[in-house]
């Protein structure tokens, strides 16, 4: 069974320009999450989403940052007008719809903005 | 405060030692509990999940306490290859999914 799928592993922009961050989950999971890490820091949990909605995105910026888990396809998460700020590893996760299950994570893209 | 707490470290230890993590959270309402360790520049993995009366996978038990609210990982005979940063996960929500990762605790196991 594949994993979390994360594109690209590595990711470099120049400022200014739009990231877009690709997950695929699990195959049977329906909960997708994204976080950030920056060097030496914890997790910070930016959104949650389920197929269509998104459930909870108090963690993610009010601006330049969306995110979409559409009916078929990966779950994005864009980033427009990068700034050097936005340099860090983001992780997805997934979880299947029964609760008190763990997540598991992709491997994470590794974004720099030059 | 934040809603899961967990021991500052870094811990430093030698190898065959024993280790344990402690791990408090805030939420009574929370349903279900994890450890998870991280390695430098890697995704977290899913170390196990903790259950009531506790769990035991190898080296590695897990124990839970839910009228203290605290979360407990020891880890026997510690190998090189444990050094890692180890996160206590909480999910709170037991309709949905709702996780919260701790700050995590950053071990060294020494030659």
């Known amino acids: 069974n594949a994993g979390v799928m994360q594109n690209p592993r590595h990711l470099v922009r120049r400022r200014g320009q739009e990231a877009r961050l690709r997950c695929s989950p699990m195959k049977g999971h329906s909960h997708v999450y994204w976080y950030r890490q920056l060097p030496e820091e914890g997790l910070k949990f930016m959104v949650y989403l389920q197929k269509e909605n998104i459930i909870d995105e108090s963690g993610m910026p009010k601006e330049r940052f969306s995110a979409e888990f559409p009916k078929e396809g990966p779950s994005i998460l864009r980033i427009q007008q990068v700034v050097r700020g936005d340099s860090a590893a983001y992780f997805c996760?997934?979880?299947?719809?029964?609760?008190?299950?763990?997540?598991?994570f992709g491997d994470g893209t590794r974004l720099s903005i030059l | 405060r934040k809603e899961v707490e967990q021991d500052p470290g870094p811990f430093n230890v030698p190898e065959g030692a024993t280790v344990a993590f402690n791990c408090t959270y805030s939420?009574?309402?929370?349903?279900?509990f994890f450890w998870y360790r991280q390695d430098c520049r890697k995704e977290p993995k899913l170390l196990m999940s903790v259950y009531s009366s506790g769990n035991e996978d190898g080296r590695f038990t897990a124990q839970l306490n839910r009228a203290s609210q605290y979360i407990s990982l020891l880890i026997r005979d510690s190998k090189l290859s444990d050094s890692a940063t180890y996160l206590c996960?909480?999910?709170?929500?037991?309709?949905?999914?709702?996780?919260?990762f701790g700050p995590g605790t950053r071990l060294s196991v020494l030659p």
């Open positions: 939420n009574s309402a929370s349903q279900s």
């Open positions: 996760a997934s979880s299947p719809p029964a609760s008190n299950q763990p997540q598991h």
């Open positions: 996960v909480v999910n709170r929500d037991n309709y949905g999914q709702n996780f919260v």
